[in-house]
């Protein structure tokens, strides 16, 4: 039997709207993955810790503040300078397309905007984690 | 087929529904029920509800106040049209403000950013990159005296949405009027100051329930005092609505924080009729129209009635529920933003003829970004038209004695004193927040409609129906980044050039009274204001005398 996507769920920043990560997290987690929640208010270290603790596959990074462009690349540097460059790091939240595309050019597989389908993520990690 | 002799004789609705109504097939797939998930008779009529007419409605202007707070309503004053808005430094958010009172705005709505929200000055290493990002920064007086260059207080009522550090940023505005020469008793305005609900659903956070909830009433006492035009706090629905609530939740829990604070008043030794008339409302206008308007409706009735015969306020201004309303930030799609417009316009109508006392409408981009000063002229026309042409001022409550509207806010009411029992039975709101019950019931409220959207039993105009392959690139408003620098650099600067004993002692003072019980704060934060001691290092004291909140999340 394939073993579990696991999945770090991470509020980066000092924004509380956790609507879309706890949506996201549960989405998951009834899809059969295993998901660990950050909680907010989590620093970009705090979040490359959580991940490597976790021996995660992916992280999926909510942010609504406006900060994605400062902390979402210390979230990539982080895990590149602890050997983790393989975590597959998908954005959600409210991302201006110039920005998405430069946090995709920078490492992030995939930017998920409101509106996004918890079942296209759910297929997108999917297809981006080999679990057996 | 029965014909219009048959109908006459049937004597009962649920003989229409029987022998009429379900001959024919309805449509599959969509729900029925409200946004909410409340189920909807097709159709309601005399026999689905019982209303006392003068028990339960009422005339404008009078108790219960169902049908509205003033005798005369929108034909006496129109709404406050009044939009949120912050964003950089305090000169460009003044430079909004001017523009928005040169447009006919008639109050001004202060956003912060996400460190002054958290109580962080803008040169903390944790504000990196959200400076000046979602509102406005401001670490001291110095950046509120920018942030009102040209406005005269005394002619604009002012609203600030802040919790945590609400009583700083109220200090900085009385310190603000006297330089402008306006003593604090003409102050006009609301600040948020709701943090029950912030441990409920925005989140934004800094100090455990139970000193925050002492800071809380240090203010309300501070403004019954000496700050009578002020409303020291707005009991908040709309981010408990936001964060993915139903319309039944956000009455029930915005209902349960307003009486959490009466209660903790009363318990200070405030008579009620002495600071009840100051406390007002924040709600949500969300998608489902008549409920939305019998939310409103609910609302005031039973604020009304709980604050006359539980809490014995005898002063008619006691008993009434003013309130604010924003348009649903959360209804707005990122796919076809231009769709939004007609989105809010329809939530803003909901809010007018539900009686509400102040509108914000939100901007079509504001799915992408902070909106444009296009998009929020827009906006704000929006209400002009609702206000100008559409006639829906002429009449109070125009929907007052439709037989759904009456039976959707009794329903209403009744769900919410359900939820105030089963709060009771946890021990109150702040126990209730420790056990996490709303925040578990707002995650499964949230799921359930999202699962639905994703079922497509509700659609959702653009993004899971009526699709649009070429999305158009919409013009959005990018902050400067260079503006994070120059606020950090401005917040040293002050740093360097103040007296550095006077904040010391300044500080000491604030510590020495946090550390006491018995000791209203809201003094030793004005002295510590007119110091020039920043916001974060206020935050910093009390963080240090009374630690800081950590929730265990559930989803």
């Known amino acids: 039997m394939a073993r579990k996507i696991r999945v770090v769920i991470a509020k980066p920043g000092l924004d509380g709207h956790d609507r879309g990560a706890k949506i996201i997290a549960r989405a998951l987690r009834d899809a059969g993955m295993e998901v660990i929640y950050t909680g907010l208010h989590q620093t970009p270290e705090q979040i490359v810790e959580t991940a490597i603790q976790e021996d995660a596959d992916a992280v999926g990074i909510s942010i609504l503040s406006g900060a994605h462009m400062t902390l979402v690349p210390r979230i990539l540097e982080g895990l590149r300078e602890n050997g983790a460059e393989d975590v597959v790091v998908v954005v959600g939240g409210t991302i201006p397309d110039d920005d998405a595309a430069e946090l995709k050019s920078a490492g992030v597989a995939e930017v998920f905007t409101p509106g996004a389908p918890t079942s296209e993520i759910v297929e997108f990690l999917r297809g981006k984690v080999p679990v057996s | ?555």
Not at chain 2, 347 to 366: M, R, Y
Request: contains cysteine; aromatic residues 10%; glycine residues 6%.
């Open chain 2, 1 to 555: 087929m029965a014909t219009t002799e048959d109908r006459g004789a049937l004597d009962s609705t649920a003989e229409w529904k029987r022998d009429l109504y379900e001959t024919t097939p309805e449509r599959q797939g969509e729900l029925f029920s409200t946004i909410s998930g409340l189920e909807n008779e097709p159709l309601y009529t005399p026999e689905s509800v019982e209303i006392d007419y003068d028990r339960d409605l009422g005339y404008p202007g009078v108790y219960p106040f169902t049908r509205g707070v003033y005798p005369s309503m929108y034909r006496g004053k129109l709404w406050t049209m009044r939009q949120f808005a912050g964003f950089g430094t305090a000169a460009e958010t003044n430079a909004r403000f001017q523009y928005l009172l040169d447009h006919g705005q008639t109050g001004l709505s202060t956003a912060f950013d996400m460190p002054t929200l958290m109580g962080h000055d803008s040169d903390h290493p944790r504000s990196l990159g959200e400076v000046g990002r979602e509102g406005v920064a401001i670490d001291s007086l110095d950046d509120m005296e920018t942030l009102f260059e040209g406005i005269p207080l005394d002619r604009v009522s002012t609203s600030m949405t802040i919790n945590s550090p609400a009583a700083m940023l109220l200090a900085f505005y009385v310190c603000v009027g006297e330089e402008q020469g306006v003593p604090r008793d003409r102050l006009r305005g609301t600040i948020q100051t709701d943090i029950l609900k912030e441990y409920i659903a925005q989140k934004e956070f800094i100090f455990p329930p139970e000193p925050s909830m002492r800071l809380v009433i240090d203010m309300i006492e501070f403004c019954a005092r000496e700050m009578p035009k002020w409303h020291p706090v707005s009991i908040s629905g709309y981010h408990i609505r936001e964060a993915g609530s139903t319309a039944a939740q956000e009455l029930a829990f915005t209902l349960a924080d307003g009486f959490a604070y009466v209660e903790a008043c009363i318990k200070r030794g405030l008579a009620v009729d002495d600071f009840a008339p100051r406390l007002s409302f924040f709600f949500n206008a969300h998608l489902d129209f008549f409920e939305e308007i019998a939310k409103y409706r609910a609302a005031r009735r039973i604020w009304a009635k709980e604050m006359r015969e539980r809490y014995g306020a005898t002063n008619p201004r006691s008993w009434l529920m003013r309130f604010h309303t924003q348009t649903a930030g959360v209804s707005l799609t990122a796919q076809q933003p231009e769709v939004n417009i007609v989105r809010t316009a329809l939530e803003a109508l909901a809010a007018v003829l539900g009686g509400t006392q102040s509108l914000h409408t939100n901007s079509f981009d504001e799915a992408l970004a902070l909106p444009t000063e296009d998009a929020v002229r827009l906006a704000l026309r929006t209400q002009q038209v609702i206000a100008h042409e559409t006639g829906v001022v002429n009449t109070i409550d125009p929907l007052g004695g439709s037989y759904y509207v009456e039976e959707l806010t009794n329903r209403l009411e009744a769900e919410a004193y359900d939820y105030f029992e089963r709060i009771r039975k946890l021990g109150g709101v702040v126990a209730a927040i420790k056990e996490n019950f709303f925040q578990r019931e707002i995650a499964e409220a949230s799921f359930r409609y999202q699962s639905e959207v994703e079922q497509k039993r509700r659609i959702v105009v653009g993004v899971n129906r009526y699709e649009r392959r070429d999305e158009r690139p919409v013009e959005i408003l990018k902050i400067n980044p260079a503006l994070e620098r120059e606020q950090i650099e401005r917040v040293r600067a002050l740093r360097a050039r103040r007296d550095s004993s006077t904040v010391e002692s300044a500080l000491a003072a604030l510590k020495r009274d946090a550390a006491s019980e018995d000791r209203n704060l809201m003094p030793s934060i004005v002295e510590a204001s007119r110091a020039y001691v920043t916001m974060g290092e206020m935050c910093d004291a009390l963080r240090e005398v009374w630690g800081v909140w950590r929730e265990t999340p559930v989803f």
